[in-house]
């Protein structure tokens, strides 16, 4: 079992940067791919990004490509998601997620396990 936890999300604005971060505890993330989704308001949850075990491949959302970047220090167990130039369009419930499996990485079935999110909210 993995518990999931978020955190450094906030209000911001537009133009403006934050890094999230989801520190993990039950079990070490080096063996899981890690990725980010968000959901906003009455829209579905959507995939950001998602990294390798080793950290050495990273999937992006077409979308969000060059703003966005996923990171991982296995050795502090933590993944992270720096935002820039945030849009008030990323305005979302970002959660992080831990795929055990071989399956697609951009796709939310294939994860094992959820954080609980943290709110970004990007004022225009």
């Known amino acids: 079992q993995v518990q999931l936890v978020e955190s450094g999300g906030g209000l911001v604005q537009a133009g403006d940067s934050l890094r999230l971060s989801c520190a993990a505890s039950?079990?070490?993330?080096?063996?899981?791919?890690m990725g980010w989704f968000r959901q906003a308001p009455g829209k579905e949850r959507e995939f950001v990004l998602a990294?390798?075990?080793?950290?050495?491949?990273?999937y992006y959302a077409n979308s969000e490509e060059g703003r966005f970047t996923i990171s991982r220090d296995n050795a502090k167990n933590t993944v992270y998601l720096q935002m820039n130039s945030l849009k008030p369009e990323d305005t979302a419930v970002y959660y992080c997620?831990?795929?055990?499996?071989?399956?697609?990485?951009?796709?939310?079935?294939?994860?094992?396990?959820w954080g609980q999110g943290t709110q970004v909210t990007v004022s225009s």
């Open positions: 990294i390798s075990q080793s950290g050495r491949a990273t």
């Open positions: 039950g079990r070490t993330l080096s063996s899981y791919v």
């Open positions: 997620a831990a795929d055990s499996g071989s399956g697609n990485p951009t796709k939310a079935n294939g994860y094992d396990y």
